[in-house]
T-cell receptor, first 114, second 115 residues
Framework: DTGVSQDPRHKITKRGQNVTFRCDPI?????LYWYRQTLGQGPEFLTY????????KSRLLSDRFSAERPKGSFSTLEIQRTEQGDSAMYLC????????????FGEGSWLTVV | AQKITQTQPGMFVQEKEAVTLDCTYD???????LFWYKQPSSGEMIFLIY??????QNATEGRYSLNFQKARKSANLVISASQLGDSAMYFC????????????FGTGTSLTVIP
């Protein structure tokens, strides 16, 4: 049994470059979430998918951010033209679509924009 | 308004003692869920315990229990018999129908267990 896995775990990029993170959820989970966490803060919701449909997006998700879940399994989060303010940990989580069901997180992908 | 408030930035506890981490929440939805997560320095958010708003009894999971006081809108986490491995950040979170499928997290409490 594997949990939520994220890749890469760490990424250092120059400002203006594009980066992509991948998330593989727990296999039977049909909901997938992306969160962002900066130092000293709790995770902030970015977006969520049910199967392949992106159902909610936060205002935090600017036009430079795009997320996909093409076959309802793994998901990618791409950040275009990165800025220093994008430096954060990007957390992926998954759950079953049942009311009150908890979400299970991966280990996160640390992004540093220099 | 803040959905989740954790007023203790940092807490210290002696090994083998119990500790309470505070959490208050704000919602007008009668149906909601409250969650606690542990985040060690490695970064992974580890689910600890869940309390539903209609649950009659306080949730317990091993050494973790949730002191749920609905009228006060508080959901404090109690860790009994603290261990060195409990040193981590602890986050309280809530989901209600008003937030859709988002989980709102507090700012966390850093717990340090002293040998």
């Amino acid at each position: 049994d594997t949990g939520v896995s994220q890749d890469p775990r760490h990424k250092i990029t120059k400002r203006g470059q594009n980066v992509t993170f991948r998330c593989d959820p727990i296999s039977e989970h049909n909901r997938l979430y992306w969160y962002r966490q900066t130092l000293g803060q709790g995770p902030e919701f970015l977006t969520y998918f049910q199967n392949e449909a992106q159902l909610e997006k936060s205002r935090l998700l600017s036009d430079r951010f795009s997320a996909e879940r093409p076959k309802g399994s793994f998901s990618t989060l791409e950040i275009q033209r990165t800025e220093q303010g994008d430096s954060a940990m990007y957390l992926c989580a998954s759950s079953l679509a049942r009311a009150g069901n908890t979400i299970y997180f991966g280990e996160g992908s640390w992004l540093t924009v220099v | 308004a803040q959905k989740i408030t954790q007023t203790q930035p940092g807490m210290f506890v002696q090994e083998k003692e119990a500790v309470t981490l505070d959490c208050t929440y704000d919602t007008s939805d009668p149906s909601y869920g409250l969650f606690w997560y542990k985040q060690p320095s490695s970064g992974e958010m580890i689910f600890l315990i869940y309390q539903g708003s209609y649950d009659q009894q306080n949730a317990t999971e091993g050494r973790y229990s949730l002191n749920f006081q609905k009228a006060r809108k508080s959901a404090n986490l109690v860790i009994s018999a603290s261990q060195l491995g409990d040193s981590a950040m602890y986050f309280c979170a809530m989901r209600d129908s008003l937030t859709g499928n988002q989980f709102y997290f507090g700012t966390g409490t850093s717990l340090t267990v002293i040998p």
